[in-house]
C-alpha cells in the first residue's frame, strides 16, 4: 500500500490507525510543549504529528480531468461550447486606439457570440429562446474568464435588458425578443438612480398615465433622480428598460416601481426629445462597456410599452395585478436581479481562475534566488509562503465555485418548474415561497462571497507575479479592476450579506429587501428559533450526506464529518447569541429598534459569513464524494478540502478558543496542517488550475513565453 | 467635569476610578457571561463595562489642527509648502487623449515642480541642492495624495536617477546635476532585469573595461538581462544610470554590481546604436509614467562614466575601492534604494489617507435607506458597519504615517551626520553599521506595511463609496490601481518583510539582502539570544517614555503601557519560538539548512509583523504624549490609539489565547471596545480626516457635489 493509499484509507475508513499520527494525538502533544512555537509543531522537518501523508512530488496530471468534471458540474456542456468558442477567436479586451475603437470591437464580440448560439440561451422558449437558464447563466460566466467587459456587456443585453422584457413583459413586447437577441437592439436596464442605489423602493422616477392619449410620461423630478452607471447608454443602446413609480389618475399614491420600454435614441444614435444622456466615461475597470446616465424630461411612451406582466393599466386608468400584495409584487419584478447576482458572483470567479492559472503557472517556472544547490535559482512555487499565497486561495476558489454551481443548478431547476407550470410565478406555494426566499438569500450569499473573494485574490495574483503582473498585457490588473465593481452592482456585498443574515433570522419567513430595522426585530425574534433548529441546504438530502461522512472518526481533525460539525456549530452559536441580544428589544419603539439594529449589525454580519461558510464547507464534503474512491483526484481533492477547512478554522481560532471549542493544542495542529497541505499540494499546482480549463487565449500570456521564466525565449 | 474630561482623567490619571467602568471589571463580567454573544458584552445599548467614555456628539473641528500638527512631524514645513503648490494647480492625472497626451502633461508637472522650487532638496549641498532629505522625501510623497503618477516620475527623475549621480558619482558627474534637477536632463535608473527582479546581486548586465579605447562595454548577454520596467525609458529618458556586473582586464570574477551612466537616446529621442529601447505602454496604473525597457549590444561608454565614488577602474584597469568588504560595497551602493522605500511607504499613505478623506466625506452626506425616523433615510456614517469600515483603517493610517515620520526623521538625521562628517560612509563605526543596518530594516518594515495596508484600504474605500466611487472622475480607482505595485517595486513586500525578520533574528548583525538560508541558520541562531533581549527603538529613549505611561493601571485594557506590554511581549514570544525551531539545525549542510528555513518561511514572515506591529503602537503611545494634556486632540486621538490597539488585538485573539495570554473575557471586552469607540468616533470622523490636509484639488471630487449627495445640485 502507498502513502497515499494509506492516507486515504486512514482518512475514509480505517479511523482505528487514526490515533497514530492523528490530530487527536498531536493536540494533546501540542498543549503539553507550551508556547514553543507558531506555526507548526515539528521543530525538526520531521511530519508534524497531525499531518496529512503527502502526495507524490510527481503530479498525475490526469487527474485534472477528474476534478474538471467536478468543476463544471451539470453545466459542462454549456461551458465546453463557450470554451470552444474562446478559443475560435481572442475576445480579450484590446485597448488599443482610444475608446471608441474598444466600444467598436465590443459590439463585433457581441456579434460574434450571437452567431454563435449564446444568445438564445436567455430567453423563454415562448419567445424563441431556448429557455435553458443553466445554459444561460453558465455560457455568460464563462466568457468572464477572458474579458469580463464582455461578460457584463452580455448580461446587459440579454441578461438585464432582454430579461426585463422577456420575465416583465408580455405577448405584445414578444416583437422585440428576436433583435434583442441577435443585438440589433441593445438596450438598458435603467433601475439605479444617483440617489438611489441599493434603496430601489424609494426610486424618484415617475411613471404618469394620462388617460387622454393612452400614454405613460416618464419624468425624473429631480438630479438625484437621474439614472446613473447604465450598461449600454453611454453609447449603443437604443431603448431602455425603465424603473419609475407608477401613478394613474385619481390616487395619489404609488403603485410601486414598474418597468417601461423608454426608446432613448433614434436609429442614427442620437439622444430623443426630453432623453438627457450622459456617457460615463472613465471608470476603474470594465472599459469595454459603454455605461452612460439617463434623465427625463416628461418623455411619452404609449401606454403599451408598460411591461405588464405582474401589474397594468388599462386604457381608462385602472391599475391592475395578479399580485394582490404590492411588497410580493414588487420582489417578483425584481426576480431578474437573482440572475444577475447568480452571474455576477460565476464571473467573479471565472476571473479569479483565470488569474490562479496564471500564477500558477508562473510560480513553476519563474525562479529567483539560490536554494540548496549551489547556483541552481529555486522556483517560486519552491517557496512555502508562494505556495500559501496560491494554494489557500485556490482551496477557496474550490469551494466557492461548487457552491455557485449548486445555486445556479438549483435555480435552473425553479425555472424549469416555473415554465412547465408546476410552481406559478403570481401564486406561488407556501412551499414556493418559502424555497424562492431561500433562492434570493442564496444568491445574495454567493454573489457577496464570490465577488469579495474575487477581489482579494486577484490581488494577491497579481502580486505573485511581481512587476510583470502589473503589465497589463499579461491580463491580470484588467481582470483586477474589472471585477472590482462586481463587489458593487447587483447588489451591494454590504447589504446582500446582511439580506443572508436576516433571512436566517426571520427563518425565510419574510422578503427581506424592504425590512425595515423595526420588522427585523419583530419578525427575527419571532421566528428565529425555528431558523436556529433548522438546518437549510442547497439540496434536498444534505443532512443525509454529512451523515454519512460522519460515521467516521469524529476526533480527527482531517475527519470530514468533524469539519462540517465544527464550522456549522460556529453558525449555530452566533446566530443564537445574536438572536439573544435583539430578543429584549421586542417591544421596542420604531426608533429603539434602529438603534439596536445598528448596534448589532457587525453581528448580524459575522451570522452570515458563518452561514456562508457552513454552505461551502457542506458543499466541499458533499462533491468529495462525486469523486471515485481512491482515485488520485479525490486524494487531491481530499487535501484541498481539508485546507479550506483549517483556513476557516484559523481565520476563527480566536472565537473558537474564546468559547472553548478548541482546546489550543487543535490550534497548532490546524497551523502545521495547512503547511503540510500546501507542501503536500505544492507539486500538484498546476493539476489543479489545469482543472480550470481556462482557455488558452486568457492564460498563455507574454509573461509566461519570455526571457525572466524556464523555457523563455532565450533559455529553451 | 463632562464626560470626555472624567474619561481623559480615567485613563490618563486617576487609575483608582477605572475599576468602575474599566476592563479588568469587564473582563471578569465577560468571562462570567459565557457564550452570550459574540461583538459585545452589551444586550440592552447600555455602554458595555469596559467601553471609553463617548466623545461629544458635537465635534469640536479645532481639534484637527493639533492633530495635523502631530501627523505632519517635523516635516511640517515642507509638507505645506508642497500643499499650496498642490492647491495653485490641480495637477491631478488627465487620461484623456491617449497615451502621448498623458505624457505632454506629466512633463509640464515635472516643470512646473522645477519651478517651485521642489527638486533641489533631493541634491546634495556639494552638488548645488538643498541637502535636505526630509523636504525631499515629504515633499514627493505629499504629492502622491493628488497624483501617484508624478509622485513615481519625481521619484525616478530625483530621487534614482538623481540620486544615483549624486550618491554614487563623483567631482566628475557634477556638472550633469544641475540639468537632472531642472528636469533638462531625464533619465533612467536600470537596475531591474526581466530575470532578476528580487535578486540585484545575480543581474546579467556586463560592463567591461577596454583598456585600449579607455572605455566600458555595456551588454546584455541574454533576453534575461533586459531591463525592464525602467520609468523614463519608455519616452523621456536621455541616459540610464546602468546596474551592471564589472570586469576588468585579467580577472575572471566580476567585481560586483557596479553603476554606469550610459546615454541611450539622443536629443531627438530616436534609441542610440547599440541600444534598444521598448516601452510598456499598457499597465495596471501609474499610466503617466513611461515605463520601458532597454536592452545592450556592446555599447562604448568612456570610462568616466562609471559612478566610482564607491568603486572604480584606473585607466589602465586596475580596480580600487574605498571599501573592502565587497559585500558591503554593494549595499553601500544600494543605499538609493533606502530612500525609495521610504518614499513608496510614504506614497502610499499619502493615498490613502486621500482615499479616507474622500470616502469620509462622502458618508457624512449620502444617504440610504429609512431609519429610526419615518422618511429620512440615513447618513452611511449612521451604520455601525460603516463606521467600522471606515475608521478601524483609518486608525492603522494614523499609525503607519507617524511610524513613517519617525523613520523619515531618522534617515535625515543619519544623513545629516554623514554630510557633515560626523558619520563616514565607507569606514563607519560598528555602531554606525549597526544604525544603517537598523535603518534598512525600518525602511523595508514601514515599506511593506504601509503599501500593503494602502492596497487594502484604497480597495476598501472605492467600495464604501460603492458605484460612484468606480467612476474614474472621483479618484479613487485611479489612486487604487496606481498603488497597486507599490507593493512590488522598491522591494517585494514578501521579500522585504523577510529581511526585517532576519534582521532581528542577527540582531543587525549582518547584512540580509544576500543572506543564504545556510547563513541565516547560523547567524540567526548565534545572536538570537541578544535581540530577544535587546529592544530596538525608533527614536533613543523610547523605553523611558514606555515606562512613563505604564505607571497607570496595567490591568485596564486601555491603560498604554499595559496596550505597548501586550503587543511586544507577542513579538518576543514570535520570535523566541522561531529561534528554538532553527536552532536544533547549526549543524546542517547547506541544503538541509534551505530546507529548515523554507518550512519556517511563514513563522519568519510572523515574527516581521509582529515586529512591524510593536513598532506600531509604541509610536502610537510615544506621538500621544505630544498632544497637550486634556486637549481635544488628545482625547481624539487616544481613542484612535485604543482603536488601533484593539483591532491588532483581536486579529491575534487567536495567538493570544493559544498562549494562554489573554482570557476569553478579555476577548469579548476587546471586540466590545471596538464598536464602542467606531461610536464614539462616528462624528469626529471629518475631523479626524480633516488633520490629513489633503488638497482641495485631491479630495473635492462631482461625487461629493452631485444629486447623489445632502446639498447637492438640487438639494442645497
Request: proline share 3%; charged share 25%; with cysteine.
Given at each position: 500500500?502507498?502513502?497515499?493509499?494509506?492516507?486515504?484509507?486512514?482518512?475514509?475508513?480505517?479511523?482505528?490507525?487514526?490515533?497514530?499520527?492523528?490530530?487527536?494525538?498531536?493536540?494533546?502533544?501540542?498543549?503539553?510543549?507550551?508556547?514553543?512555537?507558531?506555526?507548526?509543531?515539528?521543530?525538526?522537518?520531521?511530519?508534524?504529528?497531525?499531518?496529512?501523508?503527502?502526495?507524490?512530488?510527481?503530479?498525475?496530471?490526469?487527474?485534472?480531468?477528474?476534478?474538471?468534471?467536478?468543476?463544471?458540474?451539470?453545466?459542462?456542456?454549456?461551458?465546453?461550447?463557450?470554451?470552444?468558442?474562446?478559443?475560435?477567436?481572442?475576445?480579450?479586451?484590446?485597448?488599443?486606439?482610444?475608446?471608441?475603437?474598444?466600444?467598436?470591437?465590443?459590439?463585433?464580440?457581441?456579434?460574434?457570440?450571437?452567431?454563435?448560439?449564446?444568445?438564445?440561451?436567455?430567453?423563454?422558449?415562448?419567445?424563441?429562446?431556448?429557455?435553458?437558464?443553466?445554459?444561460?447563466?453558465?455560457?455568460i460566466e464563462t466568457i468572464g474568464a477572458v474579458n469580463p467587459s464582455l461578460t457584463i456587456k452580455s448580461g446587459v443585453q440579454w441578461g438585464l435588458w432582454g430579461g426585463a422584457v422577456d420575465n416583465l413583459g408580455s405577448e405584445r413586447h414578444r416583437h422585440y425578443i428576436e433583435k434583442i437577441q441577435n443585438a440589433e437592439l441593445l438596450g438598458c436596464y435603467a433601475m439605479t438612480e444617483r440617489g438611489h442605489g441599493s434603496n430601489v423602493q424609494e426610486l424618484e422616477t415617475t411613471a404618469t398615465y394620462d388617460p387622454d392619449t393612452h400614454e405613460?410620461?416618464?419624468?425624473?423630478?429631480?438630479?438625484?433622480?437621474?439614472?446613473?452607471?447604465?450598461?449600454?447608454?453611454?453609447?449603443?443602446?437604443?431603448?431602455?428598460?425603465?424603473?419609475?413609480?407608477?401613478?394613474?389618475?385619481?390616487?395619489?399614491?404609488?403603485?410601486?416601481?414598474?418597468?417601461?420600454?423608454?426608446?432613448?435614441?433614434?436609429?442614427?444614435?442620437?439622444?430623443?426629445?426630453?432623453?438627457?444622456?450622459?456617457?460615463?466615461?472613465?471608470?476603474?475597470?470594465?472599459?469595454?462597456?459603454?455605461?452612460?446616465?439617463?434623465?427625463f424630461n416628461n418623455v411619452r411612451v404609449p401606454r403599451e410599452n408598460l411591461l405588464n406582466r405582474f401589474g397594468d393599466v388599462e386604457e381608462d386608468g385602472t391599475y391592475v395585478s395578479p399580485i394582490d400584495s404590492r411588497n410580493r409584487r414588487f420582489f417578483t419584478m425584481l426576480g431578474t436581479l437573482i440572475r444577475g447576482r447568480i452571474t455576477v458572483g460565476g464571473a467573479g470567479l471565472a476571473a479569479t481562475r483565470t488569474a490562479s492559472d496564471i500564477a500558477i503557472r508562473y510560480a513553476n517556472r519563474r525562479r529567483q534566488f539560490e536554494g540548496g544547490e549551489k547556483g541552481v535559482e529555486k522556483r517560486l512555487i519552491d517557496y512555502r509562503q508562494h505556495r500559501r499565497r496560491l494554494l489557500i486561495p485556490l482551496a477557496r476558489t474550490y469551494a466557492l465555485t461548487l457552491l455557485q454551481n449548486r445555486i445556479l443548478e438549483?435555480?435552473?431547476?425553479?425555472?424549469?418548474?416555473?415554465?412547465?407550470?408546476?410552481?406559478?410565478?403570481?401564486?406561488?406555494?407556501?412551499e414556493q415561497l418559502f424555497a424562492s426566499r431561500e433562492m434570493e438569500s442564496l444568491a445574495a450569499a454567493v454573489k457577496a462571497a464570490s465577488t469579495e473573494h474575487a477581489n482579494k485574490t486577484l490581488q494577491e495574483m497579481r502580486e505573485a507575479c511581481g512587476g510583470a503582473g502589473y503589465m497589463s498585457e499579461n491580463l491580470l490588473t484588467t481582470l483586477r479592476a474589472d471585477a472590482d465593481i462586481y463587489s458593487t452592482f447587483e447588489g451591494d456585498n454590504t447589504v446582500l450579506i446582511q439580506m443572508v443574515g436576516k433571512h436566517l433570522l426571520t427563518a425565510f419567513g419574510r422578503d427581506m429587501q424592504d425590512l425595515s430595522p423595526w420588522d427585523m426585530v419583530k419578525y427575527g425574534v419571532e421566528t428565529a428559533a425555528d431558523t436556529v433548529r433548522r438546518r437549510t441546504g442547497i439540496r434536498s438530502g444534505v443532512q443525509s450526506v454529512i451523515d454519512l461522512v460522519s460515521n467516521r472518526d469524529e476526533d480527527s481533525l482531517f475527519d470530514a464529518g468533524y469539519q462540517v460539525k465544527l464550522i456549522e456549530d460556529r453558525e449555530q452559536a452566533v446566530l443564537r447569541s445574536l438572536v439573544r441580544r435583539i430578543a429584549p428589544a421586542r417591544k421596542a419603539d420604531r426608533a429603539e429598534a434602529a438603534e439596536i439594529v445598528d448596534k448589532t449589525q457587525d453581528h448580524l454580519i459575522a451570522v452570515s459569513w458563518a452561514h456562508v461558510d457552513s454552505l461551502l464547507m457542506r458543499t466541499m464534503v458533499e462533491a468529495e464524494l462525486e469523486l471515485p474512491e481512491g482515485s488520485a483526484a479525490r486524494q487531491v481533492f481530499e487535501q484541498v478540502r481539508s485546507l479550506f477547512f483549517f483556513d476557516l478554522l484559523i481565520k476563527h481560532a480566536g472565537w473558537y478558543q474564546e468559547h472553548n471549542m478548541l482546546p489550543s493544542g487543535r490550534v497548532k495542529a490546524a497551523r502545521a496542517a495547512i503547511n503540510d497541505l500546501v507542501d503536500s499540494l505544492g507539486p500538484w499546482s498546476q493539476v489543479l488550475s489545469e482543472a480550470f480549463a481556462t482557455p488558452k487565449s486568457a492564460w498563455n500570456v507574454p509573461m509566461l513565453n519570455d526571457g525572466g521564466v524556464d523555457g523563455g525565449d532565450n533559455k529553451a
Amino acid at each position: 500500500m502507498n502513502r497515499i493509499a494509506e492516507f486515504a484509507k486512514n482518512l475514509g475508513k480505517d479511523s482505528g490507525k487514526e490515533s497514530d499520527n492523528g490530530a487527536k494525538d498531536s493536540g494533546a502533544k501540542g498543549a503539553g510543549v507550551k508556547d514553543v512555537d507558531l506555526e507548526t509543531n515539528s521543530a525538526k522537518g520531521t511530519p508534524e504529528p497531525s499531518s496529512p501523508r503527502t502526495l507524490p512530488t510527481e503530479p498525475d496530471h490526469s487527474a485534472a480531468a477528474g476534478l474538471q468534471t467536478l468543476l463544471d458540474g451539470k453545466a459542462a456542456p454549456y461551458r465546453k461550447a463557450v470554451r470552444e468558442t474562446l478559443e475560435e477567436k481572442d475576445l480579450k479586451l484590446d485597448l488599443d486606439g482610444g475608446i471608441d475603437a474598444v466600444r467598436d470591437r465590443m459590439y463585433e464580440h457581441i456579434k460574434f457570440l450571437v452567431e454563435s448560439g449564446e444568445s438564445r440561451h436567455s430567453f423563454s422558449k415562448e419567445n424563441g429562446g431556448s429557455g435553458n437558464a443553466l445554459a444561460a447563466v453558465s455560457g455568460i460566466e464563462t466568457i468572464g474568464a477572458v474579458n469580463p467587459s464582455l461578460t457584463i456587456k452580455s448580461g446587459v443585453q440579454w441578461g438585464l435588458w432582454g430579461g426585463a422584457v422577456d420575465n416583465l413583459g408580455s405577448e405584445r413586447h414578444r416583437h422585440y425578443i428576436e433583435k434583442i437577441q441577435n443585438a440589433e437592439l441593445l438596450g438598458c436596464y435603467a433601475m439605479t438612480e444617483r440617489g438611489h442605489g441599493s434603496n430601489v423602493q424609494e426610486l424618484e422616477t415617475t411613471a404618469t398615465y394620462d388617460p387622454d392619449t393612452h400614454e405613460f410620461i416618464i419624468n425624473s423630478p429631480t438630479d438625484s433622480a437621474r439614472k446613473v452607471y447604465i450598461g449600454n447608454a453611454g453609447r449603443d443602446g437604443r431603448m431602455a428598460a425603465v424603473f419609475a413609480q407608477l401613478y394613474t389618475p385619481g390616487e395619489e399614491e404609488s403603485h410601486g416601481v414598474h418597468c417601461l420600454i423608454v426608446p432613448i435614441r433614434d436609429e442614427d444614435g442620437n439622444p430623443l426629445d426630453g432623453v438627457e444622456i450622459g456617457d460615463h466615461g472613465r471608470k476603474g475597470g470594465l472599459l469595454g462597456v459603454d455605461n452612460g446616465t439617463l434623465l427625463f424630461n416628461n418623455v411619452r411612451v404609449p401606454r403599451e410599452n408598460l411591461l405588464n406582466r405582474f401589474g397594468d393599466v388599462e386604457e381608462d386608468g385602472t391599475y391592475v395585478s395578479p399580485i394582490d400584495s404590492r411588497n410580493r409584487r414588487f420582489f417578483t419584478m425584481l426576480g431578474t436581479l437573482i440572475r444577475g447576482r447568480i452571474t455576477v458572483g460565476g464571473a467573479g470567479l471565472a476571473a479569479t481562475r483565470t488569474a490562479s492559472d496564471i500564477a500558477i503557472r508562473y510560480a513553476n517556472r519563474r525562479r529567483q534566488f539560490e536554494g540548496g544547490e549551489k547556483g541552481v535559482e529555486k522556483r517560486l512555487i519552491d517557496y512555502r509562503q508562494h505556495r500559501r499565497r496560491l494554494l489557500i486561495p485556490l482551496a477557496r476558489t474550490y469551494a466557492l465555485t461548487l457552491l455557485q454551481n449548486r445555486i445556479l443548478e438549483r435555480y435552473d431547476d425553479m425555472l424549469n418548474k416555473q415554465a412547465s407550470g408546476q410552481w406559478s410565478v403570481t401564486d406561488p406555494t407556501e412551499e414556493q415561497l418559502f424555497a424562492s426566499r431561500e433562492m434570493e438569500s442564496l444568491a445574495a450569499a454567493v454573489k457577496a462571497a464570490s465577488t469579495e473573494h474575487a477581489n482579494k485574490t486577484l490581488q494577491e495574483m497579481r502580486e505573485a507575479c511581481g512587476g510583470a503582473g502589473y503589465m497589463s498585457e499579461n491580463l491580470l490588473t484588467t481582470l483586477r479592476a474589472d471585477a472590482d465593481i462586481y463587489s458593487t452592482f447587483e447588489g451591494d456585498n454590504t447589504v446582500l450579506i446582511q439580506m443572508v443574515g436576516k433571512h436566517l433570522l426571520t427563518a425565510f419567513g419574510r422578503d427581506m429587501q424592504d425590512l425595515s430595522p423595526w420588522d427585523m426585530v419583530k419578525y427575527g425574534v419571532e421566528t428565529a428559533a425555528d431558523t436556529v433548529r433548522r438546518r437549510t441546504g442547497i439540496r434536498s438530502g444534505v443532512q443525509s450526506v454529512i451523515d454519512l461522512v460522519s460515521n467516521r472518526d469524529e476526533d480527527s481533525l482531517f475527519d470530514a464529518g468533524y469539519q462540517v460539525k465544527l464550522i456549522e456549530d460556529r453558525e449555530q452559536a452566533v446566530l443564537r447569541s445574536l438572536v439573544r441580544r435583539i430578543a429584549p428589544a421586542r417591544k421596542a419603539d420604531r426608533a429603539e429598534a434602529a438603534e439596536i439594529v445598528d448596534k448589532t449589525q457587525d453581528h448580524l454580519i459575522a451570522v452570515s459569513w458563518a452561514h456562508v461558510d457552513s454552505l461551502l464547507m457542506r458543499t466541499m464534503v458533499e462533491a468529495e464524494l462525486e469523486l471515485p474512491e481512491g482515485s488520485a483526484a479525490r486524494q487531491v481533492f481530499e487535501q484541498v478540502r481539508s485546507l479550506f477547512f483549517f483556513d476557516l478554522l484559523i481565520k476563527h481560532a480566536g472565537w473558537y478558543q474564546e468559547h472553548n471549542m478548541l482546546p489550543s493544542g487543535r490550534v497548532k495542529a490546524a497551523r502545521a496542517a495547512i503547511n503540510d497541505l500546501v507542501d503536500s499540494l505544492g507539486p500538484w499546482s498546476q493539476v489543479l488550475s489545469e482543472a480550470f480549463a481556462t482557455p488558452k487565449s486568457a492564460w498563455n500570456v507574454p509573461m509566461l513565453n519570455d526571457g525572466g521564466v524556464d523555457g523563455g525565449d532565450n533559455k529553451a
